[in-house]
């Protein structure tokens, strides 16, 4: 919130000064947990493809909020290609 950007009452308080008030800004910050499920192919994948974020869905698991609180892709890229190969 160095920007000046996020809650005007909390920037003052730590002598930021406010560029914008927003609120919401800084706040609801979560862990972005991610899961990995490898397999072998019986035969090759197609590398090529620009479609390897096949499904997602941004839900509400709490019905009380008005905002979706679930996010949740998949993908099936190449095992080469993953971070943890």
């Known amino acids: ?5 996020g809650p005007a009452d909390h920037l003052r308080e730590t002598g930021v000064e ?5 609120p919401g800004v800084g706040s609801y910050m979560q862990d972005h947990p991610e899961r990995v499920i ?3 192919a019986k ?14 869905i941004f839900t509400r698991i709490d019905k009380e909020r008005d ?7 998949s993908a099936t890229p190449p095992f080469d290609m993953h971070p943890l190969r």
């Open 1 to 5: 919130m160095l920007s000046g950007i």
């Open 18 to 22: 406010v560029v914008v008030d927003a």
């Open 38 to 40: 490898w397999w072998d």
């Open 43 to 56: 035969k090759p994948m197609v590398t090529e493809s620009s479609q390897w974020w096949e499904i997602g």
């Open 67 to 73: 905002r979706p609180d679930l996010s949740s892709t």
